[in-house]
């Protein structure tokens, strides 16, 4: 019988598949998307992930075996592989990196290290770090890396093997499941009692345990004891609930085999208890958007809908799951931030009940399993498991197995983008793919669509259908702009708003209405701004502003090279007073305090919502009016629907106008006009603030007018003059190390080894804003590659130039990464 070998994919940044051998007594187990325990290297132990099997052992080589296996039923289906090796191609990483980012860390197993001490008495003289190491081990028996961790620079790995060369210490490698099962207790009648007459001879039996026959009395009644001919159960903690009953009696129970006592596996997941809906109507306007989706999807695999804030997508997007769910097939809805979840689980659930999981970053490690594993049930048991799942970019890795529609909301939004660490992806185009491959349909919503999305549906590649008017046809908000400067010049600012923005606030308190204001803080300063004048630097030779690196001191323009030092007086009125402009959400908290002194006031950011039921307290605060004005981040722009905002201030636009990216006004005008979008949403027409500086600038007067289609076509001329996406694609290289003059010598180096490629156009090597991270100075390369290259074969080339730049001797703890679409 011939031998049989699996190839197996390692939690590790490795390209390739290992291939281990299959011991016979486990050939009829394995199958691949199964995980088994297999060696790699002299001591390490992982969980694996089959891959495929073969009878082709490997020319001249030592082939280790499979040592158990671990699941029962794949954990990855076949054809999620599919998307895998599309994911390790198209953003240059390894099927490592993607095993890593895919699996819950609950799934994910690896060896550790402990330390032992052998107990053998010496009278070898011992160094002193040898008997540190010894003393440690006298208190405890400890994890290598927790020994390392404590001992700290006294610590030593000659010491560790000369202690293992005497035979005084000892290391075992364990492998610990970090994905344990919930149990509970749960009660049931004794098997003994089969019939109705056994459990009344029963109760006769506890005349004299009064207690503990109305214990009895109380578990029948609760569980309708051998109603309908089914015995039925009930955990331990709900049978006792505000009973007075102690545990202590259904023990006595127990061993009266009357009752019995057992632990069952019960979900970390809350299942609530749902008085499901039906389906809302839809207006006339959204009927006709879903007759043109579908009639699109007829014709093409993906659609966008560009329907306005408030125009009641989501509707039109529970009909179409509603509809996919009755041909038997599973919906994954997409979502870019957390704080979506909160109030849009609510209406899914109110639909389509128990049907629909969610799965996010703030789910710990046991629940993601889960939900891991019930996306996988449905395959096994359609009438069990998650039909639809609401979940953020990582649940597009999700085990689907039946996958009929994918809806990505907020398409726009580059929270959909993996930034670190590898795979650096971007969940809507994954999206797209993952549609593709398994033939489901897939629908891009937005407001205000990316620009890729709309010239993808422009160029007939996508469908494209239009929600131009508000759910209860309520009016766009109005949009007053306000200048800051000119707010400044004459003393009119009252703190940090100006008098058109205090005036609204004070009226919509007095009203009772609620407030947004929203600040898009980052954590560096992204311009420098004259505080007399109000100018602000920008590239001689591109309409963008100057960034400012402050390791050099200079202001550089990431397009076209342009770069000067960093003046020390103003250059349009001499004024010394330049500084880096810009105030976070807290400091506006505490402005807000001052002025309002009566309102009740919320933060939204992300040190507000670290914890996980964070979001949704901060949402249902505001929904029942708790909350009088909401001061926010980004978090605050995605969709969110409260029907009593009705002014909405943006404090400063020009820190998104002049931001040093080629995005920068596609990006101004989304984030603008989304939290716009929260004023007015229900029972009268909103006001929305805009705080700036330059309210002649084009771009503001574009937001004003509410005409995304205009400021489309502006940028497209641009981006065509520049070779910018959509008309180019972008790709990123980012080299780290330590020391500066390794960073500057080996991007030097990279970058002369592509430009050997004439077809392709490169920019830098250039520090980014933020120079060095984590003591890891950085530079970055920027390739713009023409559509009509073949890019499998320019990522090829690529990633062979940072190979040969990695293998020089003078380079080799550089880190170099490839990102592919950087945006």
Known sequence: MPELFAQVILPLSLHD???????????????????????????????????????NKPDDIEVKEVQQILDEHPVVLPENFKLW??????????????????????????????????????EVKLSDKEDLIIRQLEQEVSLLAELERKLGSEFSYAALKSLMSKKLIYLEEKVNAKYKPKTETFVKLHPEIDSEQTLNEKAESLKRAKKQLKLLYHFCSATNAFDNNQVLEISKKELLHGTGFSPGMVKELDKKKILKEYRKQVSRIEEEKIDQVSINLLNKYQEKALAEIKTEFASKQVTLIHGITASGKTEVYIHLIDEILKTGKQALYLVPEIALTTQIIHRLKNVFGNKVGIYHSRLNSQERVEIWEKTLQFQQEPGKGYQVVLGTRSAVFLPFSKLGLIIVDEEHENSFKQLDPTPRYNARDMAVILGIQNNAKVLLGSATPSYESYYNALAGKYGLVNLLKRFSEMELPEIIVSDLKRAYKRKEMRSILTPDLYELMESALEKNEQIILFQNRRGYSPYVECFTCGHIPKCSNCDVSLTYHKYKRRLSCHYCGFSYQLPDKCDECGSPEIKTRGFGTEKIEDEIKHLFRNARIARMDLDTTQTKDAFSKIVKKLEDRKTDILIGTQMVTKGLDFEHVSVVGILNADNLINFP????????????????GRAGRKHKRGKVVIQTSQPDHPLIELIQQQDYLKALHIQFEERKLFRYPPFFRLLK???????????????????????????LIVMGPEFPLISRIQLWHQKEIWIKIDKSLNLDLVKSTIEISVKNVKQQPSNSNCIINIDVDPY
Do not use: M
């Not at 691949?32 to 992982?46: A, D, E, L, S, T």
């Not at 490592?96 to 052998?118: I, M, W």
């Not at 990216?661 to 716009?676: G, P, T, W």
């Not at 980012?734 to 020391?739: A, D």
């Open 733 to 759: 290289i980012v080299v780290k190390h330590k020391n500066i003059d390794t960073v500057n010598r080996a991007a030097n180096v990279l970058a002369t080894l592509l430009r050997k490629n004439n077809k």
């Open 17 to 55: 598949a290992y291939t281990y051998k299959v011991p016979p007594l486990l050939e009829r187990d394995i199958s691949p998307g199964k995980r088994v325990i297999v060696q790699f290297g002299k001591k390490k132990i992982y969980a694996a992930l089959v891959l495929s099997l073969s009878n």
């Open 85 to 122: 090796h599309w994911i390790a191609t198209y953003y240059c990483c390894t099927l490592g990196d993607v095993f890593r980012a895919a699996l819950p860390t609950g799934l994910k197993l690896e060896s550790k290290s402990k330390v032992f001490l052998t107990g053998i008495e010496t």
């Open 661 to 676: 990216d080629f995005r920068a006004h596609e990006r101004a005008y989304q984030l603008i006009s989304q939290v716009s």
